[in-house]
């Protein structure tokens, strides 16, 4: 993108005031950007993509009201339009959430408490073809995606047996599948596992 062109931005928050101090913001620093829509929710904000020709989205991960959260959206819009520059612009401190939005295909995260100048430096570089995320510490060996479902399910309270009905393996390997992840998370216990597969899969994101 040439640095005179205009970036044509959608923001997806269900926050009027959030939405607000937004563009104020952006359009104090970053003259470049042009709001063309804001959305509250999942469907508003397809609904914009589809019928606007834009470069950027910013947007929040929880959406009051919304059938998708931010990261559930991110995907979508990803799969969909490969080309859009997606930004996650949230509140959440939670590096599993960064995670998250790294494999759903976001560009960018930019916590609300940031700076403007992290702000501004954060959508330059994604709107020039890079990424902006903070620094992640690295697994040794992440769980896989077997062990990820189990982890959701846990993070709902959900015991063995329901685990075992729900995807369709045997109890012996659902505590397989616990073994496993407390052994390469250092985990000691299943109170332990519990309180990281809520961290990791905040329960209201994924219901």
């Known amino acids: 993108m040439a640095l005179t062109d205009r970036i044509r931005t959608l923001l997806v928050d269900d926050h009027e005031v959030v939405r607000r101090g937004l563009i104020a913001l ?3 620093m970053l003259p470049r950007v042009d709001v063309v829509a804001t959305a509250t929710g999942a469907d508003e904000a397809l609904q914009v993509v589809t019928t606007h020709s834009l470069d ?3 947007m929040d991960i929880r959406l009051v009201g919304s059938k998708q959260h931010g990261l559930d959206l991110t995907e979508d819009l990803n799969t969909r339009f490969p080309d859009l520059a997606i930004v996650i612009y949230s509140a ?8 998250r939005a790294q494999q ?6 930019i916590n609300k408490s940031d700076g403007s100048e992290i702000i ?3 959508i330059e ?16 060996e992440p769980p896989t995606p077997g062990e990820q479902k189990v982890m959701k399910l846990l993070a709902k309270d959900k015991g063995d047996s329901e685990i075992s009905t729900e995807l369709d393996i045997t109890e012996a390997t659902v505590r ?10 250092d985990l000691h216990s299943r109170l332990e596992l519990r309180r990281e597969a809520r961290r990791r899969y905040p329960p ?3 219901e």
């Open 204 to 206: 209201d994101l994924d």
């Open 176 to 185: 397989t599948h616990c073994r496993n992840i407390m052994s390469k998370l």
């Open 104 to 109: 759903a295909g976001a560009r960018g995260y």
């Open 92 to 99: 959440d401190t939670n590096i599993e959430l960064v995670r």
């Open 56 to 58: 950027l989205v910013i």
């Open 26 to 28: 952006l359009t104090e």
């Open 120 to 122: 501004k430096q954060a």
């Open 125 to 140: 570089r994604v709107t020039n073809g890079g990424t902006h995320f903070p620094k992640l510490p690295r697994e040794i």
